[in-house]
């Protein structure tokens, strides 16, 4: 889910979100999933009482890619407390949202009344490394209602539809909110570095279509605590053109796309 904090940095009018996530808070599901994660929080701070990792203590094996292809906005998350998608729900801490936008930096054309008006709307998701499929989510519906900043709050999974896939021992990727019915992996599927695994949609609380991606050191989303992730090739645009990186963090606010093609990210 997109956070307040994102979009009130351009768009002051969040009536209807605090409306609709005032009214998820009385749904059932929500709150068994609230009480889940404060659940998998107290698992978390056993497993690391000598200090949960950061992107100082912590580093991947695997290299990770962008799950996309193009350039996409980072509109949510990064490396530290400032500027992370939810720093207080550990699974989530080195999260992030993204989604595509034009060149005046909308994400939407015409009025964004309607799913199909959002550019990263059905765009293929793609797996972020070799791995197994190790648990999906679908039949989740892709909330009709954008535009308004509301979200789908009689949904019955918060995440939506989504994928799982374990990249090594202590390491697996969550990628949520895709579109219902999308999704091209089972459980116990092997997939390749950029092979598509799903559209992005609208499904969950999600105020608009985008991708959630994250990395957890479990494969249970409630218990499991999120890692810093460095990708290994990319590109952040810039008024001077694409400035490559290797091997470091991305940060919100940036546009960023994977430097090689997803044809010569198979591994």
Request: glycine residues 8%.
């Amino acid at each position: 889910m997109l956070n307040a904090e994102s979009m009130s940095q351009e768009k002051p009018q969040l009536r209807r979100y605090y409306i609709t996530n005032f009214l998820s808070q009385f749904h059932p599901f929500t709150f068994w999933s609230a009480f889940r994660q404060l659940w998998g929080h107290v698992h978390i701070r056993l497993r690391y009482s000598s200090g949960l990792p950061d992107k100082d203590t912590y580093t991947s094996n695997i290299s990770y890619a962008l799950p996309f292809e193009g350039a996409w906005m980072v509109v949510n998350g990064g490396s530290n407390q400032e500027n992370s998608h939810s720093w207080d729900i550990l699974t989530q801490r080195y999260a992030y949202d993204f989604f595509q936008v034009d060149e005046s930096e909308e994400s939407f054309s015409a009025e964004g009344k309607h799913l199909t008006d959002y550019y990263c709307f059905e765009t293929p998701v793609l797996s972020p490394a070799a791995g197994t499929v190790v648990q999906v989510r679908d039949g989740v519906r892709d909330y009709k209602g954008v535009g308004d900043y509301s979200i789908d709050w009689r949904t019955k999974d918060f995440r939506g539809n989504f994928v799982v896939i374990q990249h090594g021992e202590e390491e697996f990727s969550f990628l949520a909110h895709l579109k219902k019915n999308s999704l091209m992996v089972t459980e116990g599927d092997l997939v390749q570095k950029g092979q598509l695994i799903g559209l992005c949609g609208n499904s969950g609380h999600s105020t608009e279509p985008h991708i959630h991606f994250h990395l957890q050191d479990r494969k249970d989303f409630w218990t499991a605590m999120g890692l810093p992730i460095r990708f290994e090739t990319f590109y952040v645009k810039s008024s001077l053109g694409n400035i490559e990186k290797t091997k470091t963090f991305i940060e919100r606010g940036q546009q960023v796309g994977n430097t090689l093609g997803v044809e010569q990210n198979g591994e």
